[in-house]
């Protein structure tokens, strides 16, 4: 389950107002406990048969409960009744003792290709995805920064599910809820206008720290002795640190250039690239740490000057729709170099 925030400026683009997010709450979690339920009833072994043996009934199953899981509401209080392979049932001898077992004679009835199961029971394959996708959004709406928020729009294939639009419809009575017809398609009709028109968002929300990999001056009452280097200008530097350049949640103008806070020197002894790292952290120290993903490299090759001074570039970030653009500009010469990184 994916969240995002956005707000609707006047020219029609729309302007993200929060990092995207989400957690493992969608259909798929309805389909696993659902499945899991069922491998309790008829045993793991019936089940790993029947999709070694007869996985297009198997699928077919599937198929009927995705249709069914439409159809449960916040006030159902009856039987659904849900095809099932003839072949579980054949696999399980001993169905009825296996449900006294459980203590489910009062809520399951299972006859050849059909099981009829309580409203509670089919809403309780529902109730992790539930309360997850609850908690999180009002974890969000919660923030200061939410407070304008008026509507929330419900897409994807488990948006069509009744009984999640009746828990987020219940849960924010404050809110519009909005559920467009053949809401399971609305992903895929929106990724095609965002491919016509890509520039719909006009600005985004960073979904982590960027940054790259600087030496700095070495300091003896912070770094350690393992960071030691010595540069080819003579000076002492601490190896691994982490120069940022944008923090975690921050809002930027698609296309706009983000000027690094300071200029990097290249060395005259051997090529250094530019390695660019994404953080989960708000202001790492060092791209060592856990937080760290190095996500590309930018080649800038030996430099080619005498002093410092010539030998001095400075970096720019560019996030565009789905990218990052690192850009480095030789102070010098004015020469410029780029590379493009996908961020998706």
């Not at 975690?248 to 103008?253: E, L, P």
Request: hydrophobic letters at 35%; a neutral charge; glycine letters at 6%.
């Amino acid at each position: 389950m994916d969240v995002s925030v956005h707000e609707k400026n006047p020219d029609g683009t729309l302007k993200e107002l929060h990092r995207p997010s989400g957690g493992p709450w969608g259909g798929t979690t309805v389909d696993n406990h659902y499945i899991a339920w069922m491998t309790k009833l008829f045993g793991r072994n019936a089940i790993k048969e029947l999709t070694a043996d007869f996985m297009a009934d198997y699928l077919y199953m599937l198929r009927e409960f995705e249709n069914k899981k439409r159809t449960v509401t916040l006030d159902l209080n009856q039987t659904i009744t849900l095809r099932i392979p003839s072949a579980l049932n054949e696999k399980c001898k001993n169905i009825e003792s296996q449900l006294a077992r459980l203590k489910l004679e009062k809520d399951v009835n299972v006859l050849k290709d059909k099981i009829r199961v309580s409203a509670d029971i089919a809403k309780s394959w529902f109730q992790e995805s539930i309360d997850g996708t609850i908690r999180h959004l009002t974890e969000i709406l919660s923030e200061p920064t939410m407070k304008d928020i008026t509507s929330i729009l419900l897409v994807g294939g488990f948006a069509e599910s009744k009984l999640m639009q009746d828990a987020v419809k219940s849960a924010f009575r404050d809110r519009t809820v909005i559920i467009p017809e053949e809401a399971g398609l609305a992903v895929l009709k929106g990724a095609v206008l965002f491919g016509h028109r890509p520039r719909l968002v006009s600005s985004r929300c960073v979904p982590f720290t960027y940054g790259y990999g600087v030496a700095r001056p070495f300091d003896d009452s912070k770094h350690s002795p393992e960071q030691l280097w010595i540069d080819s200008y003579g000076d002492r530097r601490a190896n691994n640190c982490f120069e940022k350049v944008v923090e975690i949640g921050t809002s930027v103008d698609v296309g706009e250039d983000i000027k690094a806070p300071s200029k990097l020197l290249l060395q005259k002894d051997k090529e250094r690239p530019l390695c660019i790292y994404a953080s989960t952290d708000r202001d790492p120290e060092y791209i060592t740490d856990p937080s760290c993903t190095k996500v590309g490299k930018l080649n800038l090759g030996k430099a080619t000057g005498e002093t410092k001074d010539d030998n001095t570039v400075q970096v720019y970030f560019t996030f565009g729709d789905a990218e990052l653009k690192a850009t480095v500009k030789f102070l010098k010469t004015g020469t410029v170099v780029s590379k493009t990184i996908d961020c998706l």
